[in-house]
DNA sequence: GGGTATATTGAATGGGTGTTCAATAAACGC
DNA sequence: GCGTTTATTGAACACCCATTCAATATACCC
């Protein structure tokens, strides 16, 4: 009973059970069956709509990327002055929908996928370019030159509680996670401009 | 021709072979028969010795863990007061052996299956709690009670680095990351012990 | 030197995987 | 109403994987 337009549909469903299957499952195992299974769909559909499980990889690594920028964006928007808008970026990368062990999961598997498919090393790598000048801009007016330092600093920084976070022991609350962040921000802008002792 | 006491030699080799099947593949896909045919063996020899590839794995990881101690070990012997502890235990997490992208692919690898494997996950955490204990001893001397927060900060800090390490793009020199990261000890030494605008 | 333990292999087993394909059924265009 | 397109399925294919097992050959023990 095939009711017409129902690709757009699928697709999206397929990418959101690829998201919620690694999520619940943790770990970079997950098959196409079991995508599709979730999605409500038999298995040869979810090769219809999708070329490669490369493919829905990779498209549901562009979602979860998009929804991390939409959520950068209108933190963004609301904000002034580039210490407020270097905080907006930290607390859009803290928000709940995004800090949480199962996109973080998803995250890691796009890691390591990275390694495989150039493909999606070439989007991961747009997005931490993107982080990265977004951070820079902000942070030149506040600590000069080293904002390059910082920026790289910051963006390590959040990784690195990421997989803190998706390891699932010594998990920090979200609160202490942002004052460390900011805690970071703000001495690094408190040790001035200068190079000295800087980083990087 | 079998030499009597060939176990050791086999176990160790093996367990060469898997970190180094891991490194050039830099992901997590690594099959028995590679492995095996990478230490030289066949197949069933490796199963001989292993019982699992989760026990040849976490066998695995053990080492790479045993390693990153006794260089931590080492860096410290030779550190006066509690600062320069603190430098040498970033010292050993960014020494040659350590801070490349296939050992950390490896560490990667063994996040990943931490979250299968209870037994990945008891080794893990054991290592986080120590490198964070091991942080805490120094720092409490240095920034009082903000310690911990501190220490989660620069573990988190490390760990970023790793990843970023490991993805490849956006690499940085070893000097930068020392640079960055002893910054980082340096301003929260400055910033004092009290609790005000502090991390956790 | 016969028996036992060790070292080692190659082949089989059973299961799971991504992918392909032919077949069916309903909606649309004309 | 008929052909084309879209939606959907279930079965089939070929492959690779971890694991098991029977078989062989060498060293050690007494």
């Keep these: ?26 770990s970079m195992d997950v098959t196409m069956r079991e995508i599709a299974t979730r999605a409500g769909v038999s298995l040869g559909l979810a090769h219809h709509y999708f070329a490669n ?3 829905l990889l990779t498209s549901a690594m562009r979602a979860i990327m998009t929804d991390y920028r939409t959520q950068v964006g209108e933190a963004l928007a609301g ?33 390591a996928h990275a390694h495989r498919s150039p493909r999606a090393r070439r989007i991961l ?12 801009h902000e942070l030149r007016q506040l600590v000069g030159e080293r904002a390059d330092g ?11 509680l990421y997989v ?15 004052r460390l962040l900011d805690s970071y921000v703000s001495l690094q802008i408190a040790a ?5 002792a800087s980083a990087a």
């Design 79 to 111: 904000a002034d002055g580039p210490h407020e808008r270097v905080r907006a970026i930290i607390r859009a990368s803290l928000a709940q929908d995004q800090f949480n062990p199962e996109v973080v999961s998803a995250w890691l598997v796009f890691y």
């Design 1 to 26: 009973m095939p009711k017409l337009g129902m690709e757009s549909v699928r697709r999206r469903s397929l990418v959101e059970a690829t998201i919620s299957a690694i999520h619940t499952r943790g």
């Design 192 to 196: 001035g401009p200068a190079k000295t």
């Design 53 to 55: 499980k490369d493919d």
């Design 164 to 178: 803190r976070e998706g390891l699932g022991t010594a998990r920090m609350a979200d609160s202490d996670a942002y």
């Design 150 to 160: 910082v920026a790289a600093g910051l963006a390590a920084l959040i990784d690195g």
């Design 125 to 136: 790598s747009i997005y931490t370019r993107r982080l990265h000048s977004n951070l820079c």
